[in-house]
């Protein structure tokens, strides 16, 4: 099947897990007339605040859609003597990825109902905390990191969670909602 190239407008309102608001919209993909599309509308929402992140994908019936949320911040992982210079005090530097990624392969079945073939990975930096010694300070990243790969039958219209994770800063839900769309207009059908 060929498929157009499916465009979306990312926003990321911040770089930290549930820091943050994403939002995407996706063209539907041209798709035999007789083909099946569902939209897939993505929603992380926690208990302790009203923040959310919602995503929305569109995908034709048996092919995959991701979409990747990720952004990376830098900390000072290690602090020595540097290798070049023993006098010198050198720091290293590591990357830590927050935020989330989402791949999903939707199956219309012949009741209406979809099955999703899912897989959710997350990382939060709850904080970052100064370590100190004799001859510099480190940071030692507190990272509360969520994932899971599932199949899920979802009914159209309906909520479902289809994971929950609770950490010291409380209970994550991830949800999922689809819906079936006509091929050529991207109204519901």
Do not use: H, W
């Not at 709850?126 to 039958?153: C, E, H, Y």
């Amino acid at each position: 099947m060929n498929l157009k190239t499916t465009r979306g407008l990312f926003a990321l309102c911040s770089a930290l897990m549930f820091g943050y608001c994403a939002t995407a919209s996706a063209d539907v993909p041209s798709v035999s007339a007789n083909a099946k599309v569902v939209q897939i509308t993505l929603s992380i929402k926690s208990d302790k605040s009203d923040k959310v992140a919602s995503v929305v994908l569109t995908a034709a019936d048996g092919v995959s859609t991701n979409v990747d949320e990720r952004s990376s911040v830098s900390y000072v992982s290690s602090i020595a003597p540097c290798k070049d210079n023993p006098a010198k005090i050198c720091a290293e530097y590591s990357d830590l990825k927050t935020g989330f990624a989402f791949g999903v392969l939707p199956r219309v079945l012949p009741n209406g109902d979809v099955l999703l073939d899912l897989v959710y990975d997350s990382a939060r930096l709850n904080s970052m905390r100064d370590f100190k010694s004799d001859i510099g300070t480190i940071q030692l990243p507190d990272v509360s990191k969520n994932g899971f790969k599932s199949a899920v039958k979802v009914k159209a219209g309906v909520e479902t969670v289809v994971n929950s994770a609770t950490d010291a800063s409380g209970k994550q839900d991830v949800a999922v909602t689809v819906k079936l769309v006509d091929p050529k207009t991207g109204a519901a059908i």
